[in-house]
């Protein structure tokens, strides 16, 4: 869609309404507009922002999901600050995975999308086969990938013995059980490059004309033209990869349960272990709300870091 | 760079890359696929050759063991029904948010952000109490709405998850030209009439995004289901996948067969409507 062009802002702009009824009917008009969105406001109101506010209250308590709830004040920021050694090593291992994960996904998305805008015979094919994996997604991908994984005939293996490799153990050892998961994560890459490959069809092609006509290499125009005119792209896709990266959970519950040694107890999965196994809600969404806390200050400061490196077009015209 | 402008070598080299992108793609699809239709000797003996003659005993024997046709009537179930509710109350939402004077678009965007951010495992012990009082109220009132043990909890929470669906529609809406629901309200139609007759024909290409989309993201989800679910004859496929991978640890090829039953609507559902999600997920971003 040309006239919905990403140069347009980062956030929405606040546009007024282009339909307006007869002055006199204001009433009219707003009360029709309270019955159009009341349905919205009614689930929103009791699945999202009640459950959220009622945690809010948790917090403070100390509630095995039965009849008592006991008031215990700050203890439970007291013991998460000074007594959670797992707290720390799970925020570690999700800021690793969160980490690497974008990044490489970044610049794997980023390469084929390079390759995949190229005009060549079956780039339609390729680019539909790219982003089957993200479609897939779920539990049963997770145990294809288990066997993949697997010691002795797991297809990981099964190549590192082609090339005379020693085995790997990939889910059950320290080192390579949180690598693993970023592998798993990395199929799903696909997605990534399906709206990378969008930013670049947006780019006009008459800038690189333009530009090759000055005499710009190739390498000059990926790093003057391509990539500031990606940059919205990439800061998308930052964001909403960090977001969902950090919220990691399903794969990590099924394959590992946190092992071995915690080196795969991702943030969500001690909290769902908190909370569902060791029946502790009220510190449970002490850490959940923390969770939501980093998110979103890790968003807002990409959003603030964003004014330095992110390129739209309509602030400078 | 246009590609025919580069050399013979730099262009096989190009497409190997993509070969060896393509095979380690389909590889495990593939193998899940293959494996399910092998029989259990050639499994044992060669784990991850190619069968020598297709059969089919291993996806019979799962569909029988795992319940599959349960399993496949809770998830559609569940799915349909949450994809219907999001997509009607999106629906009035956007138009409610695209039409009146609501300066909505700031407020609309944090929402969406925020949603995101919520850890949904924060939501879910006090969600699951909400259900249980719900529960009993609707027991003291002799009201026949079963919020525990059911499949309503968890279309309940599915159905409040608009904000993707709201911002992609009233996108759409915006782009409609105002004087085609001008015409028909000069022509006496009610406003809900103009929705139903004028704007959700014109914005059909929107809504049949997010419907696919959607209906996938339930079909996969598996937290919700994990909370509310307890029953065996409640379950949806992914729980059961999950019982299932537990119960038959040591009889692999029963296993893939398993899986491949649990993975192959999402892939049939890409495989047709490919170019719509792919559309879909671009105009998302785009209008971020």
Redesign the interface.
């Known amino acids: 869609m040309a006239n919905l062009s990403q140069a347009d802002s980062a956030l929405p702009q606040m546009r007024p309404g282009r339909f307006r009824l007869p002055r006199g009917e204001a009433w009219r008009e707003n009360l029709y507009g309270y019955l159009f969105i009341s349905p919205w406001i009614l689930g929103f109101v009791l699945f999202l922002a009640g459950p959220l506010l009622v945690s809010l209250g948790l917090m403070f308590t100390e509630y095995a999901g039965f009849k008592k709830i006991t008031y215990v004040g700050l203890a439970n920021f007291e013991e998460l600050i000074k007594f959670d050694i797992r707290f720390i090593g799970s925020l570690r291992v999700s800021a690793v995975f969160a980490f690497w994960t974008v990044s490489l996904a970044i610049i794997i998305s980023l390469a084929m999308a390079l390759l995949l805008n190229q005009r060549f015979k079956g780039h339609t094919f390729f680019r539909g086969l790219f982003y089957l994996p993200a479609a897939v997604s779920g539990v049963a991908m997770t145990f294809v990938w288990a066997a993949m994984f697997e010691k002795d005939y797991g297809m990981f293996n099964q190549i590192l013995r082609i090339f005379d490799f020693d085995r790997v153990a990939w889910l059950t050892s320290i080192e390579w059980a949180l690598p693993s998961y970023i592998i798993m994560r990395l199929y799903g890459v696909g997605h990534y490059m399906v709206i990378m490959l969008a930013g670049l069809q947006s780019i006009p092609d008459d800038l690189h004309e333009a530009a090759k006509v000055d005499g710009a290499s190739g390498l000059a125009l990926f790093r003057h033209i391509t990539l500031p005119l990606l940059s919205p792209t990439i800061f998308f896709l930052m964001i909403v990869g960090m977001i969902g990266s950090l919220q990691v959970f399903t794969e990590g519950f099924m394959l590992t349960q946190g092992g071995p040694a915690r080196s795969t107890l991702f943030y969500v999965l001690y909290l769902y272990i908190v909370a569902f196994t060791e029946r502790r809600f009220g510190y449970a969404s002490v850490l959940a709300w923390l969770l939501f806390l980093i998110i979103m200050g890790l968003t807002l400061l990409q959003f603030w870091l964003a004014r330095r490196w992110v390129h739209y077009e309509s602030q400078e015209a | ?3 025919r402008e580069l050399s013979l070598p730099v ?1 096989l080299l ?1 497409y190997l ?2 070969a060896v ?2 095979v380690s ?5 593939t ?2 696929s293959y494996t399910s239709l092998k029989t259990n000797e050639e499994v044992m003996f060669s ?2 050759g190619l069968p020598t003659r297709i059969s089919f005993e291993n996806i019979a024997e799962a569909w029988q063991t795992g319940n599959f046709a349960r399993l496949y009537a809770n998830s559609i179930l569940i799915a349909v029904v949450s994809v219907i509710g999001i997509i ?3 629906t ?2 956007a ?9 909505a ?2 407020a ?2 944090l ?1 969406f ?15 699951f ?2 259900m249980a009082i719900l529960d009993s109220w609707a027991n003291a009132l002799h009201l026949p709405i079963p919020l525990l043990n059911s499949p309503l909890p968890v279309i ?2 599915y ?2 998850w ?1 904000s993707l669906a ?1 911002i992609f529609i009233r ?1 759409y809406f ?2 409609i030209p ?1 004087e085609l ?2 015409a028909a309200r000069v022509d006496g139609a009610r ?1 809900l009439q103009i ?1 139903r007759l004028v704007m959700v024909p014109l914005a059909m290409p929107a809504i049949a995004t997010m419907t696919i989309f959607y209906f ?1 993201f339930f ?5 919700w289901p994990l909370i509310y679910l307890h029953k065996h004859t409640l379950r949806t ?2 729980l059961g ?2 019982h299932f ?1 537990g119960k038959y640890v040591s009889l ?1 090829s029963l ?2 067969a398993a ?2 039953l ?2 192959w609507p ?2 049939l ?2 495989i047709l409507f ?1 170019r719509r ?2 559309r879909g ?3 998302g ?4």
């Open positions: 760079m246009v590609f262009r190009f890359f993509l992108a393509a793609i389909l590889y495990p699809l193998w899940m784990p991850f009607s109350i999106s009035t939402a138009y409610g948010l695209a039409r009146y004077h609501f300066s678009n700031r609309l965007f929402y952000l925020v949603g995101m951010a919520v850890p949904t495992q924060a939501l879910m012990v006090p969600s109490k909400l309940l929470t159905m409040s608009s709201i996108a915006i782009s105002p629901e001008d406003e929705l996938v079909w996969n989800d598996f937290l496929i992914p996948i999950m991978e692999w296993q893939v899986l491949s649990a993975a999402p892939i559902i890409y490919h999600i792919q997920l671009t105009e971003a785009l209008k971020f």
